[in-house]
Nanobody, 117 residues
């Protein structure tokens, strides 16, 4: 069983920065991807950024150039550096792990990010 624990959310002014972290506790296969998703009130959950165990990453168009996803596989930790934050980035941010071998997806509980003056 894998548990994902997010941290780093909070309140920030427009133009500010935050760094989210997601720690994976438990065992999973090294063939996987990890990603960040977000869900704003009244909207569906959407992909923000994803990084594969092979080192490839992909971003939603709305965050390209502002957000950076990274992984430290030895620490089983994923990060999301968010710069130039906008009010429309306000959402609950969720960590997701997709274990390709087990074909199973794990989700974290989420961390709130609020961008407001």
């Amino acid at each position: 069983q894998v548990q994902l624990e997010e941290s780093g959310g909070g309140l920030v002014q427009p133009g500010g920065s935050l760094r989210l972290s997601c720690v994976a506790r438990g065992s999973f296969h090294s063939y996987n991807d990890m990603g960040w998703y977000r869900q704003a009130p009244g909207k569906e959950r959407e992909l923000v950024a994803i990084a594969t165990s092979a080192g490839r990453s992909n971003y939603a168009d709305s965050v390209k150039g502002r957000f950076t996803i990274s992984r430290d596989n030895a620490k089983k930790t994923m990060y999301l550096q968010m710069n130039s934050l906008k009010p429309e980035d306000t959402a609950v941010y969720y960590c997701r792990l997709n274990d390709y071998v087990l074909t199973y997806i794990y989700w974290g509980q989420g961390t709130q990010v609020t961008v407001s003056s």
